[in-house]
C-alpha cells in the first residue's frame, strides 16, 4: 500500500475513538465547566474534519480497516464508503452545532451551579456511537454501537429525572431495548444461516440460503431497524417519548438515532438482500402508511414539538420509500434525502427550543405574535419549515422530486400509490407548518382562544399525572403539552413556574440563535450545492446497488493483511 | 446446523414468559420481562454456533470436536449490555417509585387532557375511551394524595 491511501485508512477508527476519548477527558473535567466545553467543542470539530477527510478519500474506493490486522472475516472491520461517510459528515457537523446551541442555552442561563457535567461525556459517547454504526463493517459490531448511541441517549433523555421525563424515558427505553433484543436473535439467525457476521462475507453467502429462510431472517432485521428508524406501525414510541427531553437533545435525537436506524435498512437492502420482491413489496406499503399517517397526525398536534416529532415519523417514509424502490436512482435520492432531513429536522427542533424560551411555551394554543416580536425568529421557522414542506428549489423540494422521479421510473402500481402519498404527504407537512406559523407567529396576541382552567392545571402542573386513567396515546388524539419549563433548568427539566400568558417577551439568547442560523446555513447549502450533492449520493447509490466495490475493498484488505504477515 | 431440540423448546419459553412479563404494568415485571428476553435470545446466539463440542483451548482438543468460541464470545458481549439496560431501568424504576411511591407506568398528561376534551364534548366518540373502565377508579387519586401528603 502507498502511504497515500494508509494516512485516509489510519484516520478512519478516529470518529469512534475522539469522542470516546472526549467522554473520559470531558468526564473528568466535570469540576471545571468552560474547560469541558472545549474539549467536547474540540473533539467534535476534528471528527467533523476527519469525516470530511473520509468522504473526500471514499469517493476514490470504499476504505477498509481491520482492527487490531484481523484479517476480514475474523476480526472486527471498519468500513467507509461512500454512504457511510456521507452519513458520517452530516451526522456530525449536526451534532457539533447541537452542542454549540446546547452550550449556548447553558451559558445564557448561567448554570454554572448546576451539576449538568454528565451532559458533554454522555452526548460524546452517543457521537460515537453514531460514528460506529456508520464505519461498521460487521453486523455484531454495528450492534455494539446501537448500543453504545441507545445507552448514551437513554441517559439524555431522562436528564434530570422529572416525572414526564421519566415516564418518556420508560416507554423509550423498554421499546429500544426490545428492538434491540429482535436485532440480536436476527443476528443468530443470520450467524446460523451462513456461519459469518462480516456484512461482505454475509452478502456473498446468503444467496445460497433457501428463499424462505432469507426471507425470515430478513424480516427479523427488518422489524429491528423498523423500530428504531419508527417506521409505521413500528413508530408510536417516538412521538410520545421525544418532546419531553430538553431541546438540544431532541434535535440530535430527531437528526441521528432514526437516521442510523434508516443507514441500517439501506445495508440490509442493498448489501444483504438485494431484490427481494417481499420484503420490497412490505416496505413499500409501510413507507406509505408511514408518510400519511405521520402528516395526519402533525396537523392533530398543537404543540410545535409533537408536530415536529410527527412530521419526523412522517418523513421517514420518504427514505424508506425510496430505499425500497432498490433502483439506483431511488437509493440516490434516499441518501439525499436523509441528508436534508437530518439538517432541516434538527434545524426545527432547535427552533422550537427558542420558541419556547421567547415565547414561554410550544404550544400554539398559547403563542401568538411572535413574528411581531421577534423577526429574526419568524425567518429562522419559516425557512426550514418550508424546506421540511418542499418547497422548490429548497433541498426537501430537490429530495422529494427524486424520490418521485424515481418512483415514475419504477412504474408499478404501488410504486404509483407511493408517488401520489409522497405528494399528498408533502402538501399536509406544509399544511402542518404553515398551521403553526400562523398560530404561533402570525396571529395578534389579542386573538389567543380562552383557555379552559383545568387544562391549565393539568399542564402547568407535572404532578398532576393520574396513574389510573390510562388510554393508549394514539396518533392525533393528544393536546399540547404546554407546561413550560423554566431555562435554568431546561437541561435539568426543573418543573417551572406558571407560564403567564401576559409574560414579557424574552430577548433571543445570542449563542442559541446563532448556532440556530448556522444550522439554518446548512441547509441552505444543501440547497445551493443541490447539484454536487445529488452526484455525490447518486454515485453511492450506484456503488450499493453494484455491491461489488463494498465486498471487493474488504476482501481485497484481508487479502493485503496475510500479505503483511 | 443442528442444534439441541431441548435448548430450542426452552427459548420458545423463555420468549413467552419474557413477552408475558413485559406487557404487565408494573415496573418491576418489564424488569423481569426485559431479563428473560435477554436470556431466551442469548440462548438463542449460542445454539447459533451449532453442536456443543469440548472448550475451545487450541492444543487440548482437535479443531473439529472444538464448539464455537464466537458465540461465546458476541453473547459475553451481550450479557454485558443486557447488564447496563438492566441496571439502568432499575434505576428509572427507582426514580419512578421516589416521584409516586407506584410501580406502575404513569399515565400521559396528554391522555388526561384527552379525556378533558372528551368531557366538554370537544371529542364525539364518548364510548371509545370509555371501555377501559377507568372511570370506577378515581377515587385512587384522593387516597393518593393523602399519601403523598402523609408522607410529607
Keep these: 500500500m502507498n502511504p497515500a491511501a494508509t494516512v485516509v485508512e489510519s484516520l478512519l477508527p478516529l470518529p469512534v475513538l475522539l469522542p470516546l476519548l472526549g467522554a473520559g477527558a470531558a468526564l473528568v473535567l466535570a469540576g471545571r465547566p468552560t474547560l469541558q466545553r472545549w474539549v467536547s467543542v474540540g473533539v467534535l470539530s476534528a471528527v467533523v474534519v476527519v469525516a470530511a477527510v473520509l468522504v473526500a478519500g471514499a469517493a476514490e474506493r470504499p476504505r477498509v480497516v481491520t482492527v487490531g490486522s484481523w484479517p476480514a472475516p475474523l476480526g472486527i472491520t471498519l468500513v467507509a464508503d461512500q454512504l457511510s461517510t456521507i452519513m458520517l459528515l452530516t451526522s456530525m457537523s449536526v451534532t457539533l452545532l447541537v452542542l454549540l446551541y446546547a452550550i449556548g442555552q447553558g451559558t445564557s442561563d448561567d448554570d454554572s451551579r448546576t451539576p449538568v457535567s454528565i451532559f458533554h461525556p454522555t452526548y460524546l459517547v452517543l457521537a460515537a456511537g453514531v460514528a460506529n454504526a456508520f464505519l461498521s463493517g460487521d453486523l455484531f459490531n454495528l450492534y455494539v454501537g446501537f448500543e453504545v448511541l441507545l445507552m448514551a441517549s437513554y441517559v439524555l433523555l431522562t436528564l434530570g429525572g422529572t416525572r414526564s421525563r421519566v415516564r418518556a424515558g420508560l416507554t423509550y427505553v423498554v421499546v429500544n431495548v426490545v428492538s434491540s433484543l429482535i436485532f440480536l436473535a436476527g443476528i443468530a439467525l443470520v450467524y446460523a444461516a451462513v456461519g459469518t457476521l462480516n456484512l461482505a462475507q454475509i452478502s456473498e453467502r446468503m444467496a445460497a440460503v433457501p428463499a424462505g429462510t432469507q426471507l425470515t431472517i430478513h424480516l427479523v432485521l427488518l422489524t429491528a431497524f423498523g423500530i428504531k428508524a419508527a417506521v409505521f406501525p413500528l413508530s408510536a414510541w417516538l412521538p410520545d417519548s421525544y418532546p419531553t427531553a430538553a431541546a438540544p437533545v431532541t434535535a440530535v435525537f430527531a437528526g441521528l438515532l432514526t437516521k442510523v436506524g434508516v443507514y441500517s435498512i439501506i445495508r440490509t437492502q442493498t448489501l444483504l438482500f438485494p431484490g427481494d420482491t417481499v420484503a420490497r413489496d412490505i416496505l413499500m406499503v409501510a413507507a406509505l402508511l408511514t408518510m400519511v399517517i405521520g402528516a395526519l397526525g402533525a396537523i392533530a398536534q398543537d404543540d410545535i414539538k409533537r408536530v415536529l416529532s410527527f412530521t419526523l415519523v412522517s418523513h421517514i417514509g420518504y427514505m424508506i420509500f425510496g430505499v425500497a424502490l432498490g433502483t439506483a436512482a431511488g437509493v440516490g435520492a434516499a441518501v439525499f434525502y436523509v441528508v436534508h432531513h437530518i439538517t432541516v429536522q434538527a434545524t426545527l427542533f432547535c427552533v422550537a427550543g427558542l420558541v419556547e424560551r421567547v415565547g414561554g411555551s410550544t404550544s400554539t394554543t398559547r403563542l401568538a405574535g411572535l413574528a411581531a416580536a421577534s423577526p429574526l425568529l419568524a425567518v429562522l421557522y419559516f425557512v426550514p419549515a418550508i424546506n421540511l414542506g418542499g418547497i422548490p428549489p429548497l433541498s426537501g423540494f430537490v429530495g422529494k422530486l427524486g424520490l418521485i422521479e424515481a418512483g415514475v421510473q419504477d412504474g408499478s402500481v404501488l410504486a404509483w400509490f407511493l408517488v401520489g402519498g409522497a405528494v399528498l404527504t408533502s402538501l399536509l407537512t406544509l399544511y402542518a407548518m404553515a398551521k403553526v406559523w400562523v398560530l404561533a407567529f402570525w396571529r395578534p396576541r389579542d386573538q389567543l382562544p380562552v383557555e379552559h382552567p383545568e387544562d391549565a392545571e393539568v399542564n402547568d402542573l407535572d404532578v398532576a399525572d393520574d396513574p389510573d386513567r390510562r388510554y393508549p396515546v394514539m396518533i392525533g388524539a393528544g393536546r399540547g403539552r404546554t407546561g413550560a419549563e423554566s431555562y435554568s433548568g431546561a437541561l435539568l427539566g426543573a418543573p417551572s413556574a406558571v407560564a403567564d400568558q401576559e409574560r414579557e417577551v424574552v430577548a433571543l439568547p445570542r449563542a442559541m440563535t446563532a448556532a440556530t442560523g448556522a444550522l439554518v446555513a446548512v441547509g441552505l447549502a444543501l440547497t445551493v450545492f443541490a447539484g454536487p450533492l445529488y452526484s455525490l449520493t447518486d454515485r453511492a447509490a450506484a456503488d450499493l446497488t453494484a455491491r461489488t466495490p463494498y465486498v471487493q475493498a474488504v476482501f481485497a484488505q484481508a487479502v493485503d493483511d496475510r500479505v503483511v504477515r | ?152
Excluded: K
Excluded at chain 2, 51 to 79: K, N
Excluded at chain 2, 87 to 101: E, K, M, P, Q, V
Excluded at chain 2, 114 to 119: N, P
Design chain 2, 1 to 152: 446446523m443442528s442444534s439441541s431440540f431441548l435448548l430450542l423448546a426452552l427459548i420458545a419459553i423463555l420468549y413467552t414468559a419474557g413477552v408475558y412479563l413485559l406487557l404487565d404494568r408494573s415496573l418491576t415485571r418489564v424488569l423481569l420481562g426485559v431479563l428473560v428476553l435477554g436470556n431466551a435470545t442469548n440462548l438463542l446466539v449460542i445454539s447459533a454456533g451449532g453442536p456443543f463440542g469440548a472448550a475451545a483451548l487450541v492444543g487440548r482438543a482437535p479443531e473439529s470436536a472444538m464448539s464455537d468460541a464466537l458465540v461465546q464470545a458476541l453473547v459475553l458481549t451481550a450479557i454485558v449490555i443486557t447488564l447496563g439496560v438492566a441496571a439502568f431501568l432499575l434505576s428509572i424504576i427507582h426514580r419512578t417509585w421516589t416521584l409516586d411511591r407506584e410501580d406502575d407506568l404513569t399515565v400521559d398528561t396528554e391522555d388526561r387532557s384527552v379525556r378533558r376534551r372528551l368531557e366538554r364534548d370537544e371529542q364525539i366518540d364518548e364510548d371509545e375511551f370509555d371501555t377501559t373502565g377507568c372511570e370506577q377508579t378515581s377515587d385512587t387519586d384522593d387516597e393518593r394524595t393523602s399519601r403523598a401528603g402523609a408522607q410529607a
